[in-house]
């Protein structure tokens, strides 16, 4: 059990459907990072966000949409996406600054058909 | 451009010591990170070295030169719950990029 917490575990969507993912962390930290892990491709960095605000977002369609309300919550809002976009959804969390020691959740398993 | 190379896949015998190698090319580094990540599950922070030289944790180590763009991490007295992928991470300082290995997939033999 980690101090993330992602859910849901498991998605399944069709390309015309709005959805989002949630993410919770109860470490105290004040960073919150979105990856997308596809199979046997490295993790990708999609959104970082330090004190609330967003402070990085690696070229990514805006058919993905994050919102940080506070530092403890994190969201992915997902709309008209592709098959392609099929993937192991990661939050994580750190200190500011500490972007390579993070603390990593679950993950949500999404599959867009 | 920036990149991280670690091999993909790696076995060993339960009892002994592997070695996971990782090299990377980035304009800027902060430090080199590891994780461990189970089938099914999230990646677990493993080691963090920003400075030259060996951090032992247990039955794990991690290495760093900086002057060769090189780390490792050393798994030693393996067990069989350490059969899992094992990436490297760097942040690289001019790009503010975290940056992650494709991955070595450690399969432990009796």
């Known amino acids: 059990e980690t101090g993330v917490t992602q859910t849901p575990r498991h998605l399944v969507m069709g390309m015309t459907n709005k959805k989002s993912l949630k993410c919770e962390q109860h470490?105290?930290?004040?960073?919150m990072y979105w990856y997308k892990q596809s199979a046997k491709k490295p993790l990708e960095l999609m959104f970082v966000?330090?004190?609330?605000?967003?402070?990085e977002n690696n070229s990514v369609p805006s058919r993905f949409s994050p919102e940080c309300p506070n530092s403890s919550h994190l969201f992915l809002h997902l709309h008209t996406l592709q098959p392609e976009d099929s993937a192991l959804y990661l939050c994580?969390?750190?200190?500011?600054?500490?972007?390579?020691?993070?603390?990593f959740g679950q993950g949500t398993r999404l599959t867009v058909v | 451009g920036q990149s991280l190379e670690q091999p993909s896949e790696v076995t060993a015998v339960e009892g002994a010591i592997v070695q996971i190698n990782c090299t990377y090319q980035?304009?800027?580094?902060?430090?080199l990170s590891w994780y461990q990540q189970h089938d099914g599950g999230a990646p677990t922070f493993l080691s963090y070295?920003?400075?030259?030289g060996l951090e032992e944790t247990g039955r794990f180590s991690s290495f760093l030169s900086r002057s060769d763009s090189y780390g490792y991490l050393l798994l030693q007295e393996l067990q069989m719950k350490d059969s899992a992928s094992y990436f490297c991470?760097?942040?690289?300082?001019?790009?503010?990029?975290?940056?992650f290995g494709s991955g070595t997939r450690l399969s432990i033999r009796p």
């Open positions: 994580a969390s750190s200190q500011v600054g500490k972007a390579t020691e993070a603390f």
């Open positions: 470490l105290g930290h004040n960073a």
């Open positions: 966000y330090s004190l609330e605000e967003r402070v």
């Open positions: 980035t304009s800027g580094f902060y430090g």
């Open positions: 070295n920003a400075l030259d």
């Open positions: 991470a760097v942040e690289d300082s001019s790009a503010s990029k975290i940056i």
